[in-house]
């Protein structure tokens, strides 16, 4: 799905950007260009960056709770 219409980012370009590291909204807009013009898409993208990256996290940190 077009989560930035604006730029063509969907949300798989931003889970893919997620999984690279990006850890901002800002580090977003300058990978894809989401949020970078009009700006109607910022909430969305930075609402799936977050969840994405907390679930990444989660993933990895997992494994080392386990071991603890
Ligand atoms: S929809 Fe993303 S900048 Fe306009």
């Known amino acids: 799905m077009y989560v930035c219409v604006c730029n063509g980012v969907t949300d798989h370009q931003i889970r893919e ?3 690279a590291g990006c850890g901002s ?4 807009t300058m990978r894809t260009g989401a949020g970078a013009c009009c700006g109607s ?3 969305t ?3 799936l960056l977050a969840s994405e990256t ?3 996290k989660v993933v990895h940190e997992l ?3 386990c071991a603890a």
């Open 54 to 56: 907390a679930a990444r």
């Open 63 to 65: 494994p080392m709770a």
């Open 25 to 28: 909204m800002t580090e977003l």
């Open 45 to 47: 993208a930075a609402e």
């Open 17 to 19: 950007a997620a999984a």
């Open 41 to 43: 898409c910022v909430d």
